[in-house]
């Protein structure tokens, strides 16, 4: 830890299951802090007890974030050096944090990441689909049809999309999965680094089937990973009027024009024909 009297805030990832996760520098700034603000000081004690460290725990949550911004400022103002930890993984993804981290950075506190354990990259990483471009929702509501309003909002939606789950509702959402998606690949990453580690793939209704076999498999957190929709190949008529923008363009037609033309003469909406003149003429 640095010698100067500087207050910092370290946003410290923590372990999802396996506590060798934790790293040595994560494990050095727990270590070494003035204080810790804790999601569940109970949970965060046990770690603590782990690495055979005491320091003082705040409690930090969604109830009561609000109202520790100005305690744990004025503290930060003063030089301490505080730890924000969640009760699993990384601070702010689908935790608390994020009102404390957007107010003490506009305050102009120092805030530094501690990177580590997230069970959205870890079951990305093992799930075998595409993580070029991936959306993560974090929690869908919990009554069926906003649920399937949020599913049904990003059905078309080609990249990868990832929630997370609990396993009294996991149930619940494989079936509006199944109603929306239909046949669409799913993988659940259940109980990442723990003993009972399992990644399945499959429609939502055979991962239903496997549940209703395996009643086991419905127990833990989960990571649902649903493959995107699947790509558009490029009509004739984006093939003609690729040809038709890129003769309009040489001409040096401007391109709000040249789609203007594009719908009058093959139809189609206007931003479509816009967006790839503009492409076009970036190329060159």
């Known amino acids: ?16 299951g396996n506590l060798e996760d934790l790293s040595a520098r994560a494990g050095r700034v727990l ?82 990441p501690i990177p580590g354990p997230c069970a959205l990259v870890a079951a990305l990483s093992a799930a075998g689909l595409p993580t070029d471009r991936f959306t993560f929702e974090g929690f869908l509501p919990p009554k069926s049809g906003a649920r399937r309003k949020r599913l049904e909002a990003g059905a078309s939606r080609e990249e990868t999309r990832v929630f997370y ?28 680094t723990k003993t009972f580690e399992t990644l399945l793939e499959g429609s939502a209704n055979e991962l239903l089937a496997i ?13 649902v990973m649903l493959a995107g929709a699947p790509v558009k190949e490029a009509s ?21 024009s040249a789609a203007a033309i594009a719908v009058r003469l093959l139809g189609g909406r206007r931003k479509h024909w816009y967006q790839m003149a503009l492409s076009i003429r970036s190329e060159g």
């Open 236 to 256: 004739a008529d984006d093939a003609e009027g690729e040809a038709l923008l890129r003769a309009m363009l040489a001409e040096e037609v401007a391109v709000k």
């Open 31 to 112: 270590s070494e802090v003035d204080a810790i603000a804790a999601e569940d000081t109970r949970h965060t004690q046990r770690l603590l007890r782990h690495l055979g460290v005491e320091r003082p725990l705040i409690s930090l949550h969604e109830h009561n974030e609000a109202a520790r911004v100005d305690q744990l400022r004025r503290r930060l103002l003063d030089g301490e050096q505080l730890a924000l930890v969640s009760d699993a993984g990384t601070p702010l993804i689908s935790d608390p944090g994020f009102v404390l981290v957007r107010e003490l950075r506009r305050s102009g506190c120092r805030v530094v």
């Open 165 to 192: 789950e609990s396993p009294h509702r996991i149930r619940d959402l494989l079936d509006d999965l199944a109603s929306v998606v239909g046949d669409r690949q799913v993988v659940l990453a259940r109980e990442l």
């Open 211 to 223: 549940m209703d076999a395996d009643p086991d498999q419905a127990r833990g957190e989960f990571v």
């Open 1 to 16: 830890m640095s010698e100067t009297k500087e207050g910092v805030l370290y946003v410290v990832a923590t372990p999802i």
